[in-house]
């Protein structure tokens, strides 16, 4: 093969690795991008549905924990309308009874008769340190993570009265579908990169080949 040849090679060989490197920023960036919108979304709900509390008939419904409670049926219907219309996987709130040093469920928007459900005054046996955090003043938004109900972007907000949070409130949006997508994506990548690889290394082998003969 002539030095002209194998340089002209050698510029593809080249540039088709910095197409993979380029793509693959490209793609961790979109699966980024799309992982803050959707952890945005839910805060953005979360902050719109504690705009609407009375602080004063939640933290009455925290303390008897009764579900005869009319506040309780008020705020799940409240936070169900939310979830429907924000296109979320649930909404919850959880309270923390440092006496005891342990969470309990305040409400949930899923219908009650799903399984997943979490009825009010249900123990949480393992709070997330986000949970945890937010409780501290640490607010957490988009937290990707996977468990066995699906693939979550988790959001949290504080629940103040006078300036002290005295609960969490919650919300997951399913994103299993994004990240199939853009896994798919990825996939079709590499494969055409993979084939224009192996078109480079054909040609190079032809062309040896004509000029051996």
Request: glycine content about 6%; aromatic content about 10%.
């Given at each position: 093969m002539s030095?002209?040849?194998?340089?002209i090679?050698?510029v593809i060989?080249?540039?088709?690795?910095c197409?993979?490197?380029?793509t693959g920023?490209g793609?961790?960036?979109?699966?980024?991008?799309a992982?803050?919108?959707a952890?945005q979304?839910?805060?953005n709900t979360l902050?719109l549905?504690?705009?609407?509390?009375?602080?004063e008939?939640?933290?009455e419904?925290i303390?008897?924990?009764?579900?005869?409670n009319?506040?309780y049926?008020?705020?799940?219907a409240?936070?169900m309308q939310l979830?429907?219309?924000?296109?979320?996987?649930?909404?919850?709130m959880?309270?923390?009874?440092?006496?005891?040093?342990?969470?309990f469920?305040?409400?949930?928007?899923?219908?009650e008769?799903?399984?997943a459900?979490?009825s009010?005054?249900q123990l949480?046996?393992?709070?997330?340190?986000a949970?945890e955090?937010t409780l501290?003043g640490k607010v957490v938004?988009?937290e990707?993570?996977?468990?066995?109900?699906?693939t979550?972007?988790?959001s949290y907000?504080?629940?103040?009265?006078?300036?002290?949070?005295?609960?969490v409130l919650?919300?997951d949006?399913?994103?299993k579908?994004v990240t199939?997508?853009?896994?798919?994506?990825?996939?079709?990548?590499?494969g055409i990169?993979?084939v224009?690889?192996l078109?480079?290394?054909?040609?190079?082998?032809?062309?040896?080949r004509?000029?051996?003969?």
């Amino acid at each position: 093969m002539s030095p002209e040849k194998k340089k002209i090679y050698a510029v593809i060989i080249i540039a088709v690795f910095c197409l993979i490197i380029v793509t693959g920023i490209g793609n961790f960036r979109a699966k980024q991008l799309a992982l803050d919108l959707a952890g945005q979304r839910v805060s953005n709900t979360l902050t719109l549905a504690v705009a609407d509390f009375d602080n004063e008939r939640l933290q009455e419904l925290i303390q008897t924990q009764n579900q005869q409670n009319a506040y309780y049926g008020e705020l799940r219907a409240k936070l169900m309308q939310l979830k429907t219309e924000h296109q979320l996987e649930n909404i919850y709130m959880l309270y923390k009874d440092e006496q005891n040093k342990a969470w309990f469920y305040v409400v949930d928007a899923r219908v009650e008769d799903d399984p997943a459900h979490l009825s009010l005054g249900q123990l949480e046996n393992n709070a997330s340190s986000a949970v945890e955090n937010t409780l501290k003043g640490k607010v957490v938004q988009g937290e990707y993570h996977t468990t066995s109900l699906g693939t979550f972007v988790s959001s949290y907000q504080e629940v103040k009265d006078a300036g002290k949070t005295y609960a969490v409130l919650a919300g997951d949006i399913d994103v299993k579908n994004v990240t199939e997508f853009l896994y798919l994506t990825r996939y079709v990548q590499f494969g055409i990169m993979a084939v224009s690889l192996l078109l480079i290394g054909l040609i190079v082998y032809l062309s040896g080949r004509k000029n051996i003969n």
